[in-house]
């Protein structure tokens, strides 16, 4: 009977899934689906995430009773679809914000400025269904106010929407983000999506969109400045 003092252990892999979670709970942060995480993953764990998440998907299909070995359109399935959601669609999750230069409001601004309408794409937490729509955006600044680069609004929006996210709660993501950064005396967002979880599944209703949006400061208590804005980015 072979000795025990011979028998070697082999060391056990912890998944990178899970090393990037434990990390995240015990600096008792939040890690739902629309929340970024970017703080907690360290150089090059990406890729190694990219290789778990090939593997599940991989199982996945198998599950699903689909010959991955011989169908030639499904090989590469699973790699395809982690790289889609890591690297695209849910990149918003794992990447830090887009660098935002601000500048100074030198020249005193204090009339509304509307961005938009910008193509935002993004995808429904409940059944990872494609959601995409537009956002307008309104700023009302003052003297003090940091303003940002045309371009900027689009990346941040992007950053935000490249989540599993609901709609509602990702227009108030970007309001909040937006008015941290360039703190102005009014800020509102509009967002009007098509969400494919009611065209492509469920009801399967293809007109039906959703229409909502977040009001701060001066658009929230002045309904002349609100109505001004609403009636400008219905042209």
């Known amino acids: 009977m072979p000795s025990d003092q011979n028998t070697e252990l082999k060391p056990v892999s912890i998944p990178i899934s899970q090393r990037i979670r434990e990390r995240i709970i015990a600096s008792k942060t939040r890690y739902h689906a629309n929340d970024n995480i970017a703080a907690f993953i360290e150089p090059g764990e990406l890729d190694q995430l990219l290789d778990e998440v090939e593997e599940k998907l991989k199982d996945v299909l198998q599950s699903l009773v689909i010959d991955t070995d011989s169908d030639h359109n499904t090989q590469d399935t699973g790699r395809r679809v982690a790289k889609m959601y890591l690297q695209e669609i849910f990149k918003g999750r794992y990447v830090n ?83 941290e950064k360039m703190q102005p005396d009014g800020l509102a967002v509009v967002m009007e999506a098509d969400h494919y979880c009611m065209h492509w599944r469920g009801v399967k209703d293809m007109d039906a969109k959703m229409i909502n949006s977040v009001m701060h400061g001066s658009f929230l208590k002045d309904p002349n400045l609100r109505r001004e804005f609403l009636s400008l980015i219905k042209r």
């Open 97 to 179: 914000m887009p660098s935002v230069t601000e500048f100074p409001n030198a020249s005193h601004l204090n009339e509304l400025m509307i961005i938009g309408p910008v193509t935002v794409r993004s995808a429904c937490s409940h059944h990872l269904c494609p959601i995409i729509g537009k956002v307008w955006i309104g700023v009302m600044p003052n003297e003090h106010s940091n303003l940002i680069g045309l371009s900027k609004y689009a990346r941040i929006a992007e950053w935000i929407m490249s989540r599993p996210q609901i709609q509602e709660e990702a227009v108030v993501q970007l309001a909040d983000t937006l008015q």
